[in-house]
């Protein structure tokens, strides 16, 4: 079992910046990837960016050069730097763990965290 415990939501006007992390505890041996997803009202779940334990980061196109996305591997963190926000942006954000068991991946995944993107 993983158990991740994110934090850094709000309410923030366009233009602003959001800091959002993610810390994971349990079985993190297995872990592979941590990374953030989003899911607006009436949407799918969506990534947002990804990244490694080797630190190699994944975005979605509509972040980049926008977000920037960092793991602490000592602290079993990763962060989500969300910088000139959009109200397009604005949704309920999952923190994700990707575990790997060579023959099979799982998904763990957070609570949820609002960010929500005053026009």
């Known amino acids: 079992q993983v158990q991740l415990v994110e934090s850094g939501g709000g309410l923030v006007q366009a233009g602003g910046s959001l800091r959002l992390s993610c810390t994971a505890s349990?079985?993190?041996?297995?872990?592979?990837?941590m990374g953030w997803y989003r899911q607006a009202p009436g949407k799918q779940r969506e990534l947002v960016a990804a990244?490694?334990?080797?630190?190699?980061?994944n975005y979605a196109d509509s972040v980049k050069g926008r977000f920037t996305i960092s793991r602490d591997n000592a602290k079993n963190t990763v962060y989500l730097q969300m910088n000139s926000l959009k109200p397009e942006d604005t949704a309920l954000y999952y923190c994700?763990?990707?575990?790997?068991?060579?023959?099979?991946?799982?998904?763990?995944w957070g609570q949820g965290t609002q960010v929500t993107v005053s026009s």
């Open positions: 349990g079985s993190i041996d297995n872990i592979k990837t």
């Open positions: 994700n763990a990707r575990l790997d068991f060579v023959t099979y991946e799982y998904d763990y």
């Open positions: 990244i490694t334990g080797g630190g190699s980061p």
